[in-house]
């Protein structure tokens, strides 16, 4: 079954990974810019970064036929630092012209400081200047409801945000109902540690429905897999869930919130399908 891998850290990923997303039915990756396991150190570093994220790994995508595109911003865990914040942000339009850019990502929160809200707040302003979509990252396990309580009321209180626009991702059973109430888009997060397994996901969409549901493996350079959203695939044929389902969470899903972008070429070329 064709599927969209909304988060996939691919830059710490080997092309042999490319490779067997490929056969396993992966149309498309998009990829936040994230913590790459240390602090960068300078605002040099980052544009290093998102010109690999906008020129190399488009390239070894296409190698073996996925799409891949990206989103920017400074990461959660490095929002403390106000001053270098500034300066990322600063760097950020320079890139946003860039044919495989979709929006403003994975923003949020870590340990849910000022500063780090501050650096939230600064990257949803540049994302509403320049019409992007945002992609949220959600705290880790002791820190998910609190971070996730702020961000969603933080966003619900700013008028000029349509949630329609807002990817809101590593929900898990205290905080889905939160942001799916609010009319976010959410994110499913299939990581073996800190986030959720395929039979927890699922349980989610039994109990909640599938609309506005995306699920993601967030392969990085952790223990992490790949090859996660077949996994989940597999898991709810055994369940026995209809096609029409999975394919309306790992494909249809994400192709509609993704597809907002009018450089999100997949959806396009289904809107021509099914009006030719």
């Known amino acids: 079954m064709e599927y969209v891998d909304l988060h996939a850290h691919m830059v710490s990923r080997t092309t042999d990974d490319y490779r067997r997303m490929a056969m396993t039915g992966c149309v498309a990756v998009t990829e936040p ?4 396991g240390y602090d960068h150190p300078s605002a040099a570093v980052f544009a290093d970064y998102f010109d690999r994220l906008t020129d190399f790994e488009p390239k070894r995508a296409a190698a073996v036929g996925i799409e891949h595109y990206t989103w920017l911003c400074l990461n959660p865990k490095e ?10 942000i600063d760097l950020i339009p320079g890139f946003l012209d860039r044919p495989n850019v979709l929006g403003i990502g994975e923003i949020g929160l870590n340990r849910v400081t000022r500063n780090e809200l501050a650096t939230f707040v600064d990257h949803v302003e540049l994302a509403l200047e320049h019409e992007q979509l945002i992609h949220i990252h959600t705290p880790h396990l002791e820190d998910k409801y609190k ?8 966003l619900a209180a700013d008028g000029r945000i349509d949630p329609s626009r807002v990817m809101v991702d ?21 990581y073996p540690t ?19 549901i995306c699920v993601a493996s967030a392969c990085d350079w952790g223990d992490s897999d790949p ?3 077949p996994a989940l695939v597999l898991e709810m044929r055994r369940r026995g869930h209809p096609e029409t389902l999975i ?23 289904e809107r021509e399908t099914t009006t030719g």
């Open 147 to 154: 971070g996730t309580r702020v961000i969603v009321e933080t």
């Open 79 to 88: 929002g403390e630092d106000r001053a270098l914040a500034r300066e990322v």
């Open 247 to 269: 394919r309306q969470v790992v494909y249809a899903n994400p192709v509609e919130f993704l597809g907002q972008s009018p450089k999100f070429a997949l959806a396009r070329r």
């Open 170 to 190: 590593h929900a898990e059973e205290h905080t889905i109902e939160m942001i799916l109430e609010h009319g976010f888009w959410t994110g499913l997060t299939l």
């Open 227 to 229: 090859l996660a959203v």
């Open 33 to 36: 810019a994230f913590w790459a």
């Open 194 to 212: 800190t986030k959720v397994s395929p039979g927890r996901a699922i349980d989610m969409v039994e109990i909640y429905g599938p609309e506005r």
